[in-house]
Every structure is written in C-alpha cells, then in structure tokens.
C-alpha cells in the first residue's frame, strides 16, 4: 500500500469499551500527527510525533492515549470515551516538522461514534 | 497571533465557471508556508500546494491555479471551468516558526451539473 492508511474506517463503541485507532504510513516521514474533525469546527491538532517522540499535546483528555513504537505506526488508544468524543479522527505524516518538507499528508480517517 | 480566515463559508456554481477561494492570513513571522487542501466528501484530506513566503511566483496546475500575494497577505485558490469532480471543502493553512498547521474553516464548494 502506499501513502497513509488507518484502521478502522468506521467505528462504533460504547462508554466503557476500550479500543484503537491504527495509523500507517509508507512514505518514509519522520512525523505523524492525531487530529479531531468535529461537525462545524475547525480541525483539532492533537498530537504530534517526531522520531517516535511526540512533540505536541494540545490539552487532550486522558481518555485518549497515542503511541508511537516507531516512524512508520501511530496508534491512538481510546477508553471510557464520551459522546461528543464522536468525530473523524484523521492521522497525518510529514517528513518533517517545519521547512520544504512539512506538508502533511492524511489518511482517509476513522469515523468514531461513541454510543 | 496566527490566523487563517476563509471568510467564505460555501461557493454553488454550475458547472463549467471558473471560481475562486479566497484565503487571508495573518502572522508575524518573516518565514512561513501556505497551504491547500481538498477535502471531497470521502473525508481524506488531499494536499494540493505548498507554497513559501519567499516565494511570490503564481503557480498553475491544470485547471487549478494560486495567487499569492503577501501585500495582502492573501493566497487565493482559483479553479478554471469547474466540474462537478471538484465538489469538496477545500482548506487554506498556514505553518510559520511553530510546527502546528493553523487551518481556516474552510470553503465548502458545490459544482452543480
């Protein structure tokens, strides 16, 4: 596969589960990145990874959970999630933070709801 | 303080017109990078430019074309005989000495055959 994939598309989960959000990309970048799509906001930078060592936390709940075991694979781990935790969470990779490089480039995004 | 505004919230066309999608920006940097994105109803984003700050040169891909003007601190995205296939949100970001993308609301643009 190329370019940035995520896993799963579509989730459905109630308050008490606990589950992951899958991000990969084949692109050789040095950074990733979490963001939340809500209805009629602007998108929400919620981590930034670089080299494996996140970089950003934008006051995230607890209840989300990132993890970077290495450049290739960004995980976002969810528990005990409230309703309007509900969004299009999307996964970005640039190769690199700042400079010629710092496009990023998204995955096709895990719809969440939270029942 | 950085801001993008894309103070146009939705743009209907008929097919076939050119159009334009405007995009201020403010920051106080010297050095910094403006951004496209499309956004079709699929939901991924896809990049479309970068463009730099020392960099004013127009740019023109197919039917796609920018306008970047720092005087105005404007970067204008204008499509040439639309088609329906441009349906979408499209974004204007901005990344200056931060490594946080500054998004604007976006534009929802709808081609109507």
């Known amino acids: 596969e190329t370019g940035v994939t995520q896993t799963p598309r579509h989730l459905v989960m109630g308050m008490t589960n606990k589950k992951s959000l899958k991000c990969e990309q084949h692109?050789?970048?040095?950074?990733m990145y979490w963001y939340k799509q809500s209805a009629k906001k602007p998108l929400e930078l919620m981590f930034v990874?670089?080299?494996?060592?996140?970089?950003e936390n934008n006051s995230v709940p607890s209840r989300f959970s990132p993890e970077c075991p290495n450049s290739s694979h960004l995980f976002l781990h969810l528990h005990t999630l409230q309703p309007e935790d509900s969004a299009l969470y999307l996964c970005?990779?640039?190769?690199?933070?700042?400079?010629?490089?710092?496009?990023?480039?998204f995955g096709p995004g895990t719809r969440l709801t939270v029942t | 303080a950085q801001k993008v505004t894309q103070a146009q919230t939705e743009i209907s066309v008929v097919e076939k017109e050119d159009v334009t999608l405007d995009c201020v920006y403010e920051?106080?940097?010297?050095?910094?990078?403006l951004f496209w994105y499309k956004q079709p109803p699929s939901g991924e984003l896809v990049f479309l430019i970068r463009?730099?700050?020392?960099d004013e040169q127009n740019e023109i891909s197919g039917r796609y074309s920018w306008n970047f003007q720092k005087s105005t601190s404007s970067f204008n995205f204008t499509i040439t005989a639309s088609q329906v296939v441009d349906s979408a949100v499209y974004f204007c970001?901005?990344?200056?000495?931060?490594?946080?993308?500054?998004w604007g609301a976006g534009t929802k643009l709808i081609i109507k055959p």
């Open positions: 970001a901005l990344l200056d000495s931060n490594y946080q993308l500054i």
């Open positions: 920051t106080r940097d010297t050095t910094y990078y």
């Open positions: 463009r730099n700050s020392f």
């Open positions: 970005a990779s640039s190769q690199d933070l700042r400079g010629q490089g710092a496009e990023q480039y």
């Open positions: 990874y670089s080299l494996e060592e996140r970089v």
């Open positions: 692109l050789g970048h040095n950074a």
